[in-house]
């Protein structure tokens, strides 16, 4: 059984930082993608950042680019999201997914996938 658990967010300044931590379990092979979604009040699901386990490619939506940064710890099936130069825009919730056989883009881009953390709060606000 695959579980997937989330850790940090909460409240920073604009210009802050943040790191988020997710760590998947049950994974039998490399055969997924872990993501970060978020959803804000009003807003539809947007793909943040996600990585193919097989392969290490990375996609990260647009406005994230170059102030986020998703990275495996070690060989586990364990992610990181640094996120720098925060942003009033990047306050939501903040979702780790697993998906299996997708690539990192196509998980992105779909915003959607099969295995769900609890979702944590980032609030960015002055």
């Known amino acids: 059984q695959v579980q997937v658990v989330e850790s940090g967010g909460g409240f920073a300044q604009p210009g802050g930082s943040l790191r988020l931590s997710c760590r998947a379990s049950?994974?039998?092979?490399?055969?997924?993608?872990i993501g970060w979604f978020r959803q804000a009040p009003g807003k539809e699901r947007e793909g943040v950042a996600c990585?193919?386990?097989?392969?290490?490619?990375?996609r990260y939506e647009h406005s994230v680019k170059g102030r986020f940064t998703i990275s495996r710890e070690n060989a586990e099936n364990a992610v990181n999201l640094q996120m720098d130069r925060l942003e009033l825009e990047d306050t939501a919730v903040y979702y780790c997914?697993?998906?299996?056989?997708?690539?990192?883009?196509?998980?992105?881009?779909?915003?959607?996938?099969?295995?769900w953390g609890q979702g944590t709060q980032v609030t960015v606000s002055s």
């Open positions: 997914v697993v998906s299996s056989y997708v690539t990192a883009k196509a998980m992105c881009m779909l915003a959607n996938g099969d295995y």
């Open positions: 990585l193919s386990l097989g392969d290490g490619d990375i």
């Open positions: 049950g994974l039998t092979q490399d055969y997924y993608s």
